[in-house]
């Protein structure tokens, strides 16, 4: 009788996802809390862009040295230091005397969470089989909404509870240092080295794996080789205009309810939930609808097109309605449509894993993560400025989120998926003359 298959890996992504569960419920206090924390501080709205923008530069900026981290000394080590030092900053950020030291904390937190995202990807690599990977990479991204849902309810809560924003940084920041100490000891690097894992789930794991096999078996790919790709580029593009859809709406939905909608502390905190919780909806279903196409074709150009082709189509329609509302009911089921199709974009951190080789997934998916970084920075500012000159009004900011929404469609439908992200260029040796 064959043995029964170990399930090691649901506990390495188990834990992993309560990490990006916390991350996002890190990042929503500053959102959540900024209607209050400009009263405090005396901020205007554009500088609130740049409170909300500061985040994203140093995460953009440490993309790359984090991806490098991951792929030399692995996801396990690295994440441990990166949630440690996030939590360090987010209580930092809680005991804030102005503005300054506010973006401090921020920078700091950008910098640390930078390899997060990428270690995602660079486990589903090694951990899961390429059938799988799908789910795998939006289960994890799914805890970016399911974080920011729930976030606005506990920093709501917190903040009720306490009578002031600042505790709410102080106490998601301690939780996350305590959780990241939890990853280290369970995660491994590797599935070879954690001792629970069996022969029969190592053999699940180490499946076939169609697309990166050839690239696998030759020379890896250069630089100038990704460089050369319009694979590569199309990704690039469409992660930026996804995240630049995404991050819009994460950093100014709690301010639009609250200041243009008029909601209260405790609407604010389930208005954000219903938001974001349809964003894990969307997760789930493109997951399950990913791997369910790929495994009733050999044309993953088809399936995967498909899936991001409803997810862009989808997330530009709902913004554009969103000018158009008035009432809190009509904007709420708009920016949560909009959410949900814009989380189809999950499937991305698949990408890397199906579409590159596994020694390069951590720094292929952290090049990635810099179209998010980029995406991340811009957003809020551009917004920020467009409310500012329209003494309040979102339309202008909104139209600017659907352009966004346009770039990740159009990139979307320019990756191949039939084929490796980039080859290894072999140069032909010079003809000598006699």
Known sequence: MPATRSRVRLGVFGILWVLVLLN??????????????????????????????????????????????????????????????????????????????????????????????????????????????????????????????????????????????????VITGVITVLVSVLYYVYVRDDPEKHPKTNQAELDYIHGDDPVTQETEQGALPAVSDYARSSSFWAMWLGRLGWATVWWGIISWSPSYLSNALHFDLAGLGWGTFFIYGMGVLGQVVSGFATDRLRARTTNYNRAMKLVLAVSGVGTVASILVLPTVSTGYAALVALALAVFFNQFGGVYWAIPSWLSPRSQVGRVGSVMNVASSLGGAIAPVVMGYAIGASGGGYAGAFLFLAIAGVVYLAGSMFIDFNRPLATRRVLEPAVQGR
Request: no cysteine.
């Open 24 to 169: 996002f419920v890190d990042r929503s206090a500053l959102s959540i809390s900024l209607p209050f924390i400009s009263e405090d501080f005396e901020l205007s709205p554009a500088v609130n862009g740049w409170v909300l923008g500061s985040f994203f530069w140093t995460y953009l900026l440490f993309q790359i040295p984090g991806g490098w981290l991951l792929d030399r000394i692995g996801a396990r080590k690295v994440v441990l230091w990166a949630a440690g030092l996030w939590g360090l900053f987010q209580v930092l950020g809680g005991i804030a005397t102005g503005g300054i030291m506010l973006v401090a904390s921020r920078l700091g937190m950008g910098a640390s969470e930078a390899p997060v995202y990428p270690a995602g990807s660079k486990l589903n690599s090694k951990w899961l089989p390429s059938k799988e990977r799908a789910r795998g990479a939006t289960f994890i991204d799914a805890a970016s909404p399911f974080g920011s849902a729930v976030g606005g309810l506990i920093i709501t809560g917190l903040i009720g509870l306490s009578g002031s924003w600042r505790w709410s940084f």
